[in-house]
């Protein structure tokens, strides 16, 4: 027999207060009030207020919203972390219930068929409009499966790119008239996103739920004048060392070099374990990212049951913006490079995360020319004049909103989303041919991968052939996937000009022959005296390849470089 929504909550989730906006989600899915928008604080539990009602269906079988969920994120760095979190709620109610982390790392639900989906934006994308590249001839099959389901969109401030949040509003429209109940939650979306999102679908007040909760929670912050990286050197002083070893300790810096400056420093000057400090970012391979995010949530304290487990270790997480969605840890002190407003509330959000807590947060400002990337300078330095002219408590919604309000004016495009919109439709009008040229960012992006070229029974072997034995031997361990990430091409390019990559891992389709062979292209010319270093050899969705030695698991790609996470 289903449960009430107490009930639910503290016999499922082990929560025996569950909040105000956690109540009005679950009335309002049982009054097929779609669709909602909710903004609510980081840490008070948005996930399960949509996850709660969806699974109390499964207790009478009974399945009155949809039989299936879609539950997209902006990344897929540590969606793996929120899909096991789902998943143990699930298994509360029953293990037949199948919940699936579907990205480009985890291709394992490209058809969208089980009872919940944790996915990407771009996955969610590509299977909307029958591209995506997973499913044979069966393209229509993830359509049917979205039509048939209820679709969250997590965190979805985090774009910052008016041509995705085209691409956004476009599906929005598309889900809404063709009656395909979804969700918008987020904890620090500005108005000025909200008001672009549901410009042409309504969204009265009815269907708003915001959840200003007191959690219970203190967050001291303090502005410094020194940058954290200055140049090549880390700005840590002993006394702030020591209190780095003797607390639960959350670092984030805005770009992937600064980050692996300071994890090095800081491992090296404190002789840390691998089990005592990890780095996060986007650009490890699949294999070593996973391992790098089970550290994290090793480490550093977590909910577990409904009790707050604290490991007696060391615990340091050095990172980029990649942890500011779909992690759900606490740290006693965060030191963050300044970001706008809500990466700094999404970034406090995982410092004294639980109610009782409280933590320290200290902000220090970015330098030199490029320093600001991947942000405008205009962004960061309205931030920087909000939080010296006003008394901010972080983690006060009320605050909170009027923080990124009056900083942030995130909106879509109004000519993208019109255009964006036609294009999506006759994805799905013209289902006779498959759709080219889809994305999801105004930026493109390609593959690297990580080879250790191996010499083989020949002697004399060049480069080329080194590099493909070194494919080969990957290919008997495991999948290219789990030694590749994804890149934006405008970091690739600059790893192109300083001679970091060299080839390209280039696909050919042979005739009479089911599977596709690979060969490797020189990029620099035979000629090594005289290299051709054109940066049109560099093209966006190719694959290009980065030799092991320039690349550490615990830190990745040595001398990074990059300006993009």
Not at 244 to 266: D, F, M, P, S
Not at 416 to 426: I, N
């Amino acid at each position: 027999m289903s449960k009430s929504p107490l009930e639910f909550y503290e016999q499922v989730f082990r929560i025996k207060n569950p909040y105000s906006h956690q109540i009005a989600a679950w009335n309002k899915f049982e009054s097929a009030q779609f669709p909602l928008l909710i903004k609510a604080p980081s840490g008070s539990g948005k996930t399960e207020a949509v996850i709660a009602p969806f699974l109390n269906q499964f207790i009478d079988n009974n399945f009155y919203i949809a039989p299936r969920m879609i539950y997209v994120l902006p990344m897929r760095v540590l969606s793996n972390s929120l899909g096991d979190r789902i998943r143990r709620y699930a298994n509360a109610i029953s293990p037949n219930i199948l919940v699936k982390t579907h990205h480009g790392d985890h291709p394992v639900a490209p058809f969208f068929i089980a009872d919940i989906v944790v996915t990407t934006l771009d996955q969610f994308l590509y299977g909307f409009t029958r591209v995506s590249q997973q499913v044979g001839h069966h393209i229509d099959v993830p359509l049917g499966s979205i039509a048939s389901s209820v679709v969250v969109f997590d965190e979805a401030h985090m774009y910052r790119d008016e041509f995705t949040f085209s691409v956004m509003r476009a599906l929005m429209e598309i889900l809404y008239y063709s009656k395909i109940p979804f969700i918008l939650m987020t904890a620090t979306m500005p108005e000025s996103l909200e008001k672009s999102l549901f410009e042409n679908i309504p969204l009265d007040d009815t269907k708003k739920i915001l959840g200003n909760v007191n959690l219970n929670t203190h967050l001291d912050i303090a502005l410094t004048d020194e940058p954290l990286v200055k140049g090549n050197d880390v700005n840590i002083s002993d006394e702030l060392l020591k209190k780095i070893r003797n607390k639960k300790t959350l670092i984030v810096l805005n770009q992937v070099g600064r980050a692996q400056r300071v994890y090095e420093e800081i491992k090296k000057r404190l002789d840390l374990k691998n089990d005592e400090i990890v780095l996060l970012h986007s650009r490890f391979t699949r294999l070593d990212r996973e391992s790098h995010e089970k550290t994290a949530l090793t480490i550093l304290p977590k909910k577990e049951a409904g009790n707050t487990v604290v490991p007696e270790t060391v615990g340091i997480v050095v990172s980029t913006q990649v942890l500011e969605a779909g992690i759900d840890f606490s740290a006693e002190l965060l030191l963050t490079e300044l970001a706008p407003a809500d990466s700094l509330v999404q970034r406090a959000g995982r410092c004294a995360r639980y109610s009782g807590e409280k933590g320290e947060m200290i902000i220090f400002p970015v330098e030199g020319e490029k320093g600001h990337l991947p942000y405008e300078k205009s962004s960061l330095s309205k931030t920087m004049d909000y939080i010296k002219n006003n008394k901010i408590n972080i983690k006060d919604f009320h605050q909170v909103c009027k923080f990124v309000n009056s900083t942030l004016n995130y909106k879509a495009n109004d000519f993208e989303a019109a255009d964006t919109l036609v294009d999506l439709y006759e994805c799905i009008l013209y289902a006779d041919q498959k759709p080219e040229n889809i994305q999801i960012r105004s930026h493109k992006a390609a593959n690297v991968i990580i080879v250790e070229p191996k010499i083989g029974k020949k002697k004399r072997e060049n480069k080329e052939v080194q590099i493909e034995n070194g494919i080969k031997e990957i290919f008997k361990t495991g999948k290219i996937g789990d030694y590749s990430f994804d890149i934006d091409i405008n970091v690739l390019l600059g790893w192109f000009k300083s001679e970091l990559v060299r080839y390209e891992l280039v696909w050919e389709r042979v005739e009479n022959k089911e599977k596709a062979i690979f060969s490797i292209k020189d990029l620099l010319g035979k000629n090594k005296k005289q290299p051709v270093k054109s940066v049109s050899k560099i093209k966006p969705f190719g694959t290009y390849i980065v030799e092991k030695i320039h690349y550490d698991q615990d830190t990745g790609v040595k001398k990074d470089g990059g300006f993009f996470v």
